[in-house]
Nanobody, 130 residues
Framework: QVQLRESGGGLVQAGDSLRLSCAASGRSFSRFIMGWFRQAPGKEREFVAAINWSINWSSTSTSDADSVKGRFTISRDNTKNTVYLQMNSLKPEDTAVYFC???????????????????WGQGTQVTVSS
């Protein structure tokens, strides 16, 4: 059974940092585009960040939402089948449930639009107090 399992969420204060992890199981995700979305109460799910795959690690490309540029960093470790989201300088408006997702095929641009996503995680809550 294929699963994406997020961890690392919690309650923090504004300005703090958190690192989310998404562990994939059931198959290799090394050739998947992996990424994160979030959904705040009463709002639609929105794109946060994505990372492509590449045989050449140095050319792995990433894509970030404007709202998190310079604060959030996505990375992946294919040896561990895991993708990470390092979140720094957190703001109250970052409060949401964060979902991990994986897509086989497409681009980071289609991924941003939730096109072609094959797998979703159950989500992890991130709450940032002011």
């Amino acid at each position: 059974q294929v699963q994406l399992r997020e961890s690392g969420g919690g309650l923090v204060q504004a300005g703090d940092s958190l690192r989310l992890s998404c562990a994939a199981s059931g198959r290799s995700f090394s050739r998947f585009i992996m990424g994160w979305f979030r959904q705040a109460p009463g709002k639609e799910r929105e794109f946060v960040a994505a990372i492509n795959w590449s045989i050449n690690w140095s050319s792995t490309s990433t894509s970030d939402a404007d709202s998190v540029k310079g604060r959030f960093t996505i990375s992946r470790d294919n040896t561990k089948n895991t993708v990470y989201l390092q979140m720094n300088s957190l703001k109250p408006e970052d409060t949401a449930v964060y979902f991990c997702a994986g897509a086989f095929g497409g681009t980071t641009q289609t991924f941003r639009s939730m096109i072609g996503i094959n797998y979703w995680g159950q989500g992890t809550q991130v709450t940032v107090s002011s």
